[in-house]
């Protein structure tokens, strides 16, 4: 096999395994402790929103990536994935009271 058709599945093999890495990251850290007194021991609809937010980005930025690179090019794309990823980092700053 060639290198120019290994690359490509060498890059989706790495790309699975770090998105399953976060996920799996995301199960571990909910039974902590300091997790349940920041959140105020989140149950039901709210333990599931903070617990499927990961993947919900993930198809979301999956489903528009692909026409926002095509419309807007590479560089203008990465921009905007970059301004998302810190507008949810300013949602996750503010979630300090959820729940209380």
């Known amino acids: 096999m060639s290198i120019l ?14 998105f399953g890495f976060d996920i799996s990251s995301m199960s571990a850290i909910i039974g902590t402790k300091q997790y349940l007194e ?19 980005g993930a198809v979301v930025g999956s489903l528009i990536a692909g026409p926002v690179w095509n419309r807007f090019g590479r560089r203008d794309s ?19 009271g959820l729940g209380s």
């Open 5 to 18: 058709v290994g690359i490509p599945f060498l890059n989706m093999s790495l790309t699975c395994h770090r």
């Open 38 to 56: 920041f959140f105020d021991n989140p149950h039901g609809i709210i333990q599931d929103a903070l617990g499927s937010a990961l993947a919900a």
């Open 78 to 96: 990465i921009f905007f994935a970059v301004s998302g990823g810190l507008l949810a980092l300013l949602c996750r700053a503010r979630a300090m």
